[in-house]
T-cell receptor, first 114, second 114 residues
Framework: EPEVTQTPSHQVTQMGQEVILRCVPISNHLYFYWYRQILGQKVEFLVSFYNNEISEKSEIFDDQFSVERPDGSNFTLKIRSTKLEDSAMYFC????????????FGQGTRLTVV | AQSVTQPDIHITVSEGASLELRCNYS??????LFWYVQSPGQGLQLLLK??????LVQGIKGFEAEFKRSQSSFNLRKPSVHWSDAAEYFCAVGAEAAGNKLTFGGGTRVLVKP
């Protein structure tokens, strides 16, 4: 069964460093998303991406964040200068179309900023 | 704006007993509704979804949910719980008008007693 894969599964980084979280969405999907879940809190939407551009972003997704689809398969989330409060589980998701379709989630990347 | 409330943070149930998890949503139009399950250290797995039509939907692992428009609810049920159902359950609402971004509830952690 097709699945969304994320790498790495865990990342520890020092405050102020840049991190790139990687995702390989399901191959024929067109819509891509990043969500995050701070420990003990709800899953929050960060950004959606379609047709090589951001279609929507939340207030959390400030100038420190960026997304890219550098080739036909990868979808990345970059955090330019990490802060302690960026520590969270980051989930990538993809869906085949808008409308009546579900999003499929990856296993997540646990980011710890120290 | 979309919002989702899961009133129960924790539920403990005996193995073999029935389970019902509550979910209330707020959205101006007809929402798309989802239940996801997250086992410890794992990603989000879709249990079931509602887009339209029959208000009682069947999902994987023996789960079902009922959409009640009058109560703005989408409660999840399982007639007989197995120890492997111990996990965190998230209700989510999405809509095509919102670019299919999902808004999640806070989650309900289910503990299963032997």
């Amino acid at each position: 069964e097709p699945e969304v894969t994320q790498t790495p599964s865990h990342q520890v980084t020092q405050m102020g460093q840049e991190v790139i979280l990687r995702c390989v969405p399901i191959s024929n999907h067109l819509y891509f998303y990043w969500y995050r879940q701070i420990l003990g809190q709800k899953v929050e939407f960060l950004v959606s991406f379609y047709n090589n551009e951001i279609s929507e972003k939340s207030e959390i997704f400030d100038d420190q964040f960026s997304v890219e689809r550098p080739d036909g398969s990868n979808f990345t989330l970059k955090i330019r200068s990490t802060k302690l409060e960026d520590s969270a589980m980051y989930f990538c998701a993809s869906s085949g179309q808008t409308g009546r379709t579900e999003a499929f989630f990856g296993q997540g990347t646990r980011l710890t900023v120290v | 704006a979309q919002s989702v409330t899961q009133p129960d943070i924790h539920i403990t149930v005996s193995e073999g007993a029935s389970l019902e998890l509550r979910c209330n949503y707020s959205y101006g139009a007809t929402p798309y509704l989802f239940w996801y399950v997250q086992s410890p250290g794992q990603g989000l797995q879709l249990l079931l979804k509602y887009f339209s039509g029959d208000t009682l939907v069947q999902g994987i692992k023996g789960f079902e949910a009922e959409f009640k428009r009058s109560q703005s609810s989408f409660n999840l049920r399982k007639p007989s719980v197995h120890w492997s159902d111990a996990a965190e359950y998230f209700c989510a609402v999405g809509a095509e008008a919102a670019g299919n971004k999902l808004t999640f509830g806070g989650g309900t952690r289910v503990l299963v007693k032997p």
